[in-house]
């Protein structure tokens, strides 16, 4: 699904990603971790293609992104933060994506899903930060993409959408698609993940389950583990 080979990244003279190198096989679901800084949101981004890294390999779907940008078609993308047209009504925003992909969607069960109803005549300026996020959600599931990316996907939601948002990503899962995910919600990342991949540094410090994390730090719960590694690099 994604495979990554000695990927750099600097920005002057930053160094935000040195030699990193990642597999992914095709379904799961991937949190990739780490504290600020640590590299997270270039590596999506060069997954993406929305950066340039100074060297190394990604391949996409089979495809090496630097030949052919066709692969972001398979991809469905949640952005932490949607900077939205504000003069757009909810209703022509989801028009315009479907237009603009022109493929089949399923945006009217999600819509009921996190009860969009009353927002579809309402502009997007007015809409509250929690509604903006669940416009976000439909926008990003309501294509049939293999992979998925989600990108602090969690904000702003009340308890009852992110019941949803969790019902979504298992039935990703199941259906056999790759869900990339970046939170700082340990516990939401500890009830939906079966791998994380932490950055450090930008270096891939660990790989693997939760359950082996716990081991290799010692600890017997995830959050002292994650915090086990941020004392053990600050000390």
């Known amino acids: 699904m994604i495979n990554i080979e000695n990927l750099h990244k600097r920005f002057n003279k930053n160094v935000v990603l040195s030699g990193i190198d990642l597999n992914i096989d095709q379904g799961g679901i991937f949190a990739i971790l780490g504290p600020n800084g640590s590299g997270k949101t270039t590596l999506i981004k060069s997954i993406l293609g929305m950066v340039i890294p100074n060297k190394g390999l990604i391949s996409v779907l089979g495809q090496n992104i630097k030949k052919d940008s066709t692969y972001r078609k398979e991809i469905d993308y949640l952005p932490q933060i949607a900077n ?51 416009v976000n959600i439909v926008l990003t599931f309501m294509f049939d993409s293999p992979l998925i990316i989600l990108d602090e996907p969690t904000t702003g939601l009340d308890p009852n959408s992110l019941i949803q948002l969790k019902g ?16 700082h919600i340990m516990s939401f990342v500890e009830e939906v993940s079966d791998e994380i991949v932490f950055l450090l540094e930008g270096k891939i410090y ?27 690099n600050n000390a």
Do not use: C, W, Y
């Not at 009860?115 to 930060?129: D, R």
């Not at 010692?218 to 583990?225: I, K, L, T, V, Y």
């Open 84 to 134: 939205f047209p504000n003069n757009l009504k909810v209703k022509e925003l989801l028009k315009m994506i479907k237009d603009l992909r022109e493929d089949e969607s399923e945006d009217e069960h999600l819509i009921e899903l996190f009860q969009l109803e009353p927002f579809l005549n309402k502009k997007l300026a007015t809409l509250s930060g929690g509604t903006k996020q669940k």
């Open 168 to 183: 979504l990503i298992n039935t990703a899962k199941a259906e056999g698609k790759t869900i990339l995910i970046t939170s």
């Open 206 to 232: 660990f790989k693997g389950s939760i359950e082996e994390l716990k081991k290799r730090t010692e600890q017997s719960d995830f959050e002292h583990a994650i915090a086990s590694i941020l004392k053990r």
